[in-house]
């Protein structure tokens, strides 16, 4: 066996390059938009096209067109968000063959906004967001004193936990972040060691971000003509703080979020509560079936009055070149607001996602089978922590990034629990990526 | 005069190599090129809060430059060194040992252990990576509480480990492949020259390591190549295992940072800049690997 080594590496760097390359080069696949702009009328409707990867959303889309003649959705299912579909969005928009409305979440829409992927629909969905959307969401999608997109849910943060071992272990749901700490000692010896009152995700900046909000914390402003990032505030150290003496105490379970071993801790009740929001109900009925009718949901603990924070959630946005966007805002309104839309959305029943319109949460309700929360009225307790959340709170155009980098910086402190170089690194980070794109970063 | 048979004579060659042409100019050459194009030219905010979307602006070797400094960068490039010292040794070392082993004299049922080692191979390396992910997973794999219960605690995943438990899911996807290659290799070997051994009084080691092994030293090489570059590409172990552990990073290993560029920040200069970096410094490993191999092979 002789291969001829010259011609082999030649080839080989080839395919290294061609290999690497593909990473960058392929994507921005086409969906070709029906051209007839227009009110539109039963004959002749208008089309538009709508682009999202949540559960749900394609039954909405019929059912809008059943009960509208004179638009036509045409619905299309995407990668989730980061896992490619806003990469997707964002290709299409600079190709000019983008639909004429997304879904977002939240933390995206301003990084869209500044990639000049959105429509200022102020005119359009200005009025609309104004009429339903809870300041605590309204905030999320209004930059600038302009409209950019239409909340459809909110997600304050609760408190899941398992009843049956509360009572065993004899412990109240905590009020308080005091009375948590104490709850979770109380835990540990009445289990003699075998289980810990929570499984703390903390590597999930996600969590970390609804803590710190409630705590009073706000990562990022938009002042006149800048960004400022103050991921490393206070009341952030407040909280890094607190969860570091948790840690250290061997007081909470710390695993990675969403990972098996997370799940398996709470699966073998060595976890018997769990961080989450509104929309986690669903998501803890599904992964943990066995333990139906244990669980149940309270407020977040809070540092003395009941503030929460708030995490997750997603919004309708209008491309930026939609040239229909008239019918496109009228499908958001439906779809924001109507309960029609929310009971076509929820059919399959396993989503606990609460609108943010107070309106439809009755429609969302019915939907949900909450005897794994033993009949609970989950959407009521949820709805309530609503106007609780901390007002002010705005994403930044490089959150992902800075997501990114706490995450890893996070890992490093599972065992030892020291979280705050994480929130610097953050810091850092942010800073770092807005100059990078050219913004302007406010000291 | 020109006649028609000589026009013949040159196209119809040109026919038959059209279709490589076509292949490499369309999947190589020109995806290229437009990395290369890509890589001069930056997104950039119009206004400081940035309502007004993004210009294009060029920016020359500037996202070379971003790249070359960027730590994490760096980082992913000594991940992977790590990994290749633990993983090219054990891999290639545990191929040649099983090659030698099946093709010993002594050896019985070849082509049950040819089989079997090779198996591994088949396994998808995405689904292999999910596997040995659950392996390494404290409260789920049997390995961990076997390791507990004779009093060894191993954190698979934990940033001191997790280097080995890449290699190691690595090492037992590609042992049996490259088994097979010096397997296939030890056949070429002339039976005179191993009876010559035998007659010189060289025992079974003696013969493995001073006749069989100088023999096959172009397979080793070559295999050696393959491995470096595919290490260098590192991407499918660190992603998979990214979702259980807390030590990797989404820019763990260069192929991730590039990924991570393009689909998280949309930086596609940066992308573009850092994967003509990669592959460039792919060709460079390859031509590194094949001189120093051919040295070897002369020698």
Redesign the interface.
């Known amino acids: 066996m002789q291969p001829s080594t010259r011609s082999s590496s030649t080839a080989l760097a080839a395919a290294v390059a061609s290999l690497a390359l593909l990473v960058t080069a392929c994507g921005g696949e086409d969906t070709a938009t029906t051209s007839d702009a227009g009110t539109g009328s039963a004959a002749k409707p208008v089309e538009i096209t709508y682009w999202s990867w949540m559960p749900g959303t394609a039954d909405m889309a019929a059912a809008f067109n059943a009960s509208h003649p004179n638009i036509k959705v045409t619905h299309a299912e995407i990668p989730a968000g980061l896992n490619g579909g806003y990469d997707k969005i964002s290709k299409a928009v600079k190709a000019g063959n983008a639909p004429d409305v997304v879904n977002l979440e939240y933390q995206a829409v301003p990084d869209f906004v500044t990639q000049g992927l959105l429509r200022d629909s102020s005119t359009e969905l200005g009025e609309l967001v104004e009429g339903y959307a809870p300041e605590s969401v309204k905030s999320l999608v209004t930059l600038g004193d302009r409209t950019w997109a239409a909340p459809y849910d909110v997600g304050p943060q609760t408190l899941y936990y398992r009843s049956d071992l509360f009572e065993q272990y004899g412990i109240e749901v905590p009020a308080t972040w005091a009375e948590f700490r104490t709850a979770a000692e109380r835990v540990r010896t009445a289990s003699e060691g075998k289980a810990r009152l929570l499984d703390f995700w903390g590597d999930d900046t996600a969590t970390w971000a609804g803590l710190s909000q409630q705590a009073g914390a706000r990562w990022y402003s938009a002042t006149s003509d800048a960004w400022k990032v103050n991921i490393t505030d206070p009341a952030t150290k407040k909280v890094a703080d607190y969860w570091k003496d948790l840690v250290e105490d061997d007081l909470v379970l710390n695993h990675k979020g969403w990972s098996p071993e997370a799940t398996k801790a709470v699966t073998d009740s060595k976890a018997i509560a769990l961080i989450g929001a509104s929309w986690s109900a669903g998501s803890i009925k599904t992964t943990y079936p066995g333990q139906a009718g244990k669980w149940a949901e309270a407020p977040l603990p809070h540092w003395g009055t009941p503030v929460t924070g708030a995490v997750g959630g997603s919004a309708f946005a209008i491309t930026k070149d939609s040239e229909k966007a008239e019918a496109a805002a009228r499908f958001i309104a439906w779809a924001t607001t109507d309960s029609k839309a929310v009971e076509a959305r929820l059919a399959a029943g396993t989503s606990s996602g609460l609108p943010a319109a107070e309106k439809l949460r009755a429609a969302a309700r019915s939907t949900f089978d909450t005897s794994f929360f033993a009949g609970q009225d989950i959407y009521a307790l949820a709805g309530a922590q609503v106007p609780n959340i901390a007002k002010g709170w705005t994403w930044s155009p490089v959150h992902n990034s800075t997501t990114m980098t706490m995450q890893a910086a996070f890992g490093k402190a599972q065992k030892t629990g020291d979280f705050w170089p994480a929130f610097q690194a953050g810091q850092a980070a942010a800073e770092k990526a807005i100059t990078d794109r050219g913004l302007k970063l406010a000291r | 005069m020109t006649t028609r048979l000589g026009r013949g004579q040159r196209t119809i060659p040109l026919l038959f190599v059209a279709p490589f042409f076509i292949l490499?100019l369309a999947?190589?050459v020109a995806?290229?090129g437009?990395?290369l194009w890509?890589s001069l030219f930056r997104?950039?905010?119009?206004?400081?809060?940035?309502?007004?979307?993004?210009e294009t602006i060029f920016v020359g070797a500037g996202n070379y430059g971003?790249a070359l400094g960027d730590a994490s960068f760096h980082r992913g490039f000594l991940h992977i060194t790590l990994y290749c010292l633990i993983y090219i040794p054990v891999m290639v070392g545990g191929a040649l040992a099983l090659a030698l082993l099946v093709d010993s004299a002594m050896a019985r049922a070849r082509k049950f252990f040819q089989l079997a080692y090779f198996l591994p191979h088949a396994v998808p390396g995405l689904i292999a990576a999910i596997i040995w992910?659950?392996l390494y997973?404290?409260?789920?794999s049997p390995v961990v509480d076997l390791l507990r219960t004779v009093g060894v605690e191993w954190d698979f995943l934990g940033?001191d480990g997790v280097v080995f438990s890449m290699a190691n899911a690595a090492a037992w996807q590609w042992i049996g492949y490259n088994m097979v290659i010096f397997y296939?290799?030890l056949q070429?070997v002339p039976k005179e020259t191993l009876e010559a051994a035998t007659v010189d009084g060289a025992g079974q080691l003696r013969t493995a390591l001073s006749v069989k092994l100088p023999m096959?030293r172009?397979?080793v090489?070559?295999t050696m190549?393959?491995t470096a570059?595919g290490a260098?590409?590192l991407f499918n172990e660190p992603e998979v295992l990214r979702?259980?552990?807390?030590?990797?990073?989404?820019?763990w290993s260069p192929?991730m940072y590039?990924?991570?560029a393009?689909?998280?920040?949309?930086?596609?200069g940066l992308?573009?800049a850092a994967?003509?970096l990669?592959?460039l410094l792919?060709?460079a490993l390859?031509?590194v690997?094949?001189k120093f191999?051919?040295r070897w092979k002369e020698a």
């Open positions: 490499f999947t190589l995806p290229v437009y990395s890509m997104e950039q905010a119009t206004s400081g809060l940035g309502f007004g979307g993004t971003r992910g659950f997973t404290p409260g789920l940033p296939a290799a070429a096959i172009s397979s090489v070559l190549l393959f570059v260098i590409q979702s259980r552990s807390s030590a990797i990073s989404q820019d192929v590039i990924y991570q393009a689909f998280t920040e949309h930086d596609y992308a573009a994967s003509l990669l592959a792919g060709a390859s031509f690997i094949t191999g051919n």
